[in-house]
């Protein structure tokens, strides 16, 4: 056997080793969103082995389609030891398309073995490799499987290894080289993944309570609480599965890449079972609450589904569908309020909410232009579609203010509800200056966060809310 010294080949593993995911998981969650129909076809080949259900699913999603997230530390060091001279290959007990795939991108490995016949893991990996490499090889790995390939090996690299893992390699007595830890998957890597800092969107619900001045009725706070709750669920539920369905595009987005799941913090099936967990205890609690509640929820839980299925890659229908689910938000606090049913309320938020879709997409689209527009692919825009939804959302901005002071010159005229409604109409003015500041910052390509969530950390935005506040708890 050659000392380690020498030039001896180093193996890399592929799953949760030189990517930070697993290859098959990725397959299983671009089939559950673009061919359905396909998982099923190939979990019925799970009696047959692993292997078999790899190679169904293969054949049904390309590789070419699926961009993973790499362990850069380790790349490099992969890159080192290919300028000292090492023979760099790559060993997967995923399928063999996957691998051929990774080694095209990245260009260092001298070889690319995947499954194919066999499931090339354990002790049939560690066979393979000692009839290919007879005098010696570096292994890099992280799984207990792997301790079949290292009790073969002359060295032993761990990368991403559990802690029990790393100690029973440690105790085969070979020479440990190197190790690449993960990042640690802590409670703020949950909250990330459920989007806390986005539940303040679900406040929306409330608004309806406030308008129909009923927030002083016995048991209906509780009752709106109760049902926020069950909003905040699903929403966060809804969330984990729209990253599911849009990781490949989010590993090319310029922020979004740094999301759990896109970045392999949070493995895909974590996140799956925390999603559906989420999903069905919000359901449950929405049923007994209020049946039409139930229903609006559902409503939202089927558009977004729809719209994480695929129609958030239809240019525009997609903004459209983001204007609807905000407006859905308003229409479940509507229906726990029976006596008052605002039909301008909900004409006035699907364009509002929609120019603020635009908005965040404008912003995408301006940033394309300057760094390049391979993120926008994904989503169907093209950076010469910044002239139309410029138009497009201040336009339907405009449109809500008008729909806005329809409703307060009505108000002025009956005075039902309010005893100095003339201040009412300070309020769209207000809102203009906000939504005028929104789109010159999109248009400048320097809002870096959606609309709401921005106005929640600007100063000025805040300010302008404090405003509106006022002027209506005056005009009550």
Same mark, same amino acid.
């Given at each position: 056997?050659?000392?380690?010294?020498?030039?001896?080949?180093?193996?890399?593993?592929?799953?949760?080793?030189?990517?930070?995911?697993?290859?098959?998981?990725?397959?299983?969650?671009?089939?559950?969103?673009?061919?359905?129909?396909?998982?099923?076809?190939?979990?019925?080949?799970?009696?047959?082995?692993?292997?078999?259900?790899?190679?169904?699913?293969?054949?049904?999603?390309?590789?070419?389609?699926?961009?993973?997230?790499?362990?850069?530390?380790?790349?490099?060091?992969?890159?080192?030891?290919?300028?000292?001279?090492?023979?760099?290959?790559?060993?997967?007990?995923?399928?063999?398309?996957?691998?051929?795939?990774?080694?095209?991108?990245?260009?260092?490995?001298?070889?690319?073995?995947?499954?194919?016949?066999?499931?090339?893991?354990?002790?049939?990996?560690?066979?393979?490799?000692?009839?290919?490499?007879?005098?010696?090889?570096?292994?890099?790995?992280?799984?207990?499987?792997?301790?079949?390939?290292?009790?073969?090996?002359?060295?032993?690299?761990?990368?991403?290894?559990?802690?029990?893992?790393?100690?029973?390699?440690?105790?085969?007595?070979?020479?440990?080289?190197?190790? &690449?830890?993960?990042?640690?998957?802590?409670?703020?890597?949950?909250?990330?993944?459920?989007?806390?800092?986005?539940?303040?969107?679900?406040?929306?619900?409330?608004?309806?309570?406030?308008?129909?001045?009923?927030? +002083?009725?016995?048991?209906?706070?509780?009752?709106?609480?109760?049902?926020?709750?069950?909003?905040?669920?699903?929403?966060?539920?809804?969330?984990?599965?729209?990253?599911?369905?849009?990781?490949?595009?989010?590993?090319?987005?310029?922020?979004?890449?740094?999301?759990?799941?896109?970045?392999?913090?949070?493995?895909?099936?974590?996140?799956?079972?925390?999603?559906?967990?989420?999903?069905?205890?919000?359901?449950?609690?929405?049923?007994?609450?209020?049946?039409?509640?139930?229903?609006?929820? +559902?409503?939202?839980?089927?558009?977004?589904?729809?719209?994480?299925?695929?129609?958030?890659?239809?240019?525009?229908?997609?903004?459209?569908?983001?204007?609807?689910?905000?407006?859905?938000?308003?229409?479940?606090?509507?229906?726990?309020?029976?006596?008052?049913?605002?039909?301008?309320?909900?004409?006035?938020?699907?364009?509002?909410?929609?120019?603020?879709?635009?908005?965040?997409?404008?912003?995408?689209?301006?940033?394309?232009?300057?760094?390049?527009?391979?993120?926008?692919?994904?989503?169907?825009?093209?950076?010469?579609?910044?002239?139309?939804?410029?138009?497009?959302?201040?336009?339907?901005?405009?449109?809500?203010?008008?729909?806005?002071?329809?409703?307060?010159?009505?108000?002025?005229?009956?005075?039902?509800?309010?005893?100095?409604?003339?201040?009412?109409?300070?309020?769209?003015?207000?809102?203009?200056?906000?939504?005028?500041?929104?789109?010159?910052?999109?248009?400048?390509?320097?809002?870096?966060?959606?609309?709401?969530? &921005? +106005?929640?950390?600007?100063?000025?935005?805040?300010?302008?809310?404090?405003?509106?506040?006022?002027?209506?708890?005056?005009?009550?």
């Amino acid at each position: 056997m050659k000392p380690l010294g020498s030039a001896i080949p180093v193996v890399v593993d592929l799953d949760l080793t030189l990517i930070l995911t697993n290859s098959l998981h990725e397959m299983a969650a671009a089939a559950i969103f673009r061919k359905p129909a396909a998982l099923m076809r190939s979990l019925i080949k799970l009696p047959s082995g692993r292997h078999h259900v790899k190679a169904a699913l293969a054949s049904e999603i390309a590789a070419e389609g699926l961009v993973f997230p790499y362990r850069e530390d380790l790349l490099d060091w992969l890159r080192e030891k290919a300028a000292e001279g090492h023979a760099i290959h790559l060993c997967s007990a995923a399928h063999q398309s996957i691998a051929d795939e990774v080694a095209r991108r990245l260009g260092i490995f001298a070889s690319a073995v995947g499954s194919d016949i066999v499931n090339l893991k354990g002790a049939e990996k560690s066979a393979y490799l000692q009839r290919k490499f007879p005098d010696g090889f570096i292994y890099v790995g992280d799984s207990s499987s792997d301790i079949h390939v290292w009790e073969k090996s002359s060295g032993i690299v761990l990368a991403g290894a559990p802690g029990s893992v790393a100690s029973k390699a440690r105790r085969l007595g070979k020479p440990v080289l190197k190790e &690449f830890k993960n990042t640690r998957l802590d409670l703020g890597t949950f909250v990330k993944a459920l989007r806390v800092h986005h539940w303040s969107k679900n406040l929306l619900i409330f608004v309806p309570l406030v308008l129909s001045h009923q927030w +002083a009725t016995p048991g209906l706070i509780g009752t709106f609480l109760l049902a926020f709750l069950c909003l905040v669920g699903v929403t966060s539920g809804t969330y984990l599965l729209n990253d599911m369905a849009d990781l490949s595009a989010d590993r090319q987005h310029w922020s979004k890449k740094n999301r759990a799941l896109a970045s392999g913090r949070l493995q895909i099936g974590v996140g799956l079972t925390l999603a559906c967990a989420l999903l069905l205890a919000s359901m449950i609690g929405a049923l007994m609450l209020d049946y039409a509640f139930a229903l609006a929820l +559902a409503a939202y839980l089927a558009i977004t589904g729809a719209y994480s299925g695929g129609l958030k890659r239809v240019p525009l229908l997609d903004l459209l569908i983001i204007g609807v689910l905000f407006t859905v938000r308003i229409v479940m606090g509507t229906v726990l309020v029976e006596e008052s049913h605002p039909v301008w309320l909900l004409v006035f938020s699907v364009f509002f909410f929609f120019s603020l879709a635009v908005a965040k997409r404008h912003t995408e689209i301006v940033r394309a232009a300057k760094a390049g527009a391979n993120s926008l692919k994904a989503r169907g825009y093209m950076v010469e579609d910044a002239p139309l939804t410029l138009a497009l959302g201040t336009a339907s901005a405009v449109v809500s203010l008008v729909v806005m002071l329809l409703f307060i010159i009505e108000n002025m005229a009956s005075g039902s509800l309010y005893t100095r409604p003339e201040l009412l109409s300070g309020i769209p003015l207000v809102l203009s200056v906000w939504i005028g500041r929104i789109w010159l910052l999109a248009h400048r390509g320097v809002m870096a966060d959606d609309p709401v969530t &921005f +106005a929640l950390r600007d100063k000025t935005s805040l300010g302008l809310g404090v405003a509106i506040a006022a002027l209506f708890a005056v005009a009550l």
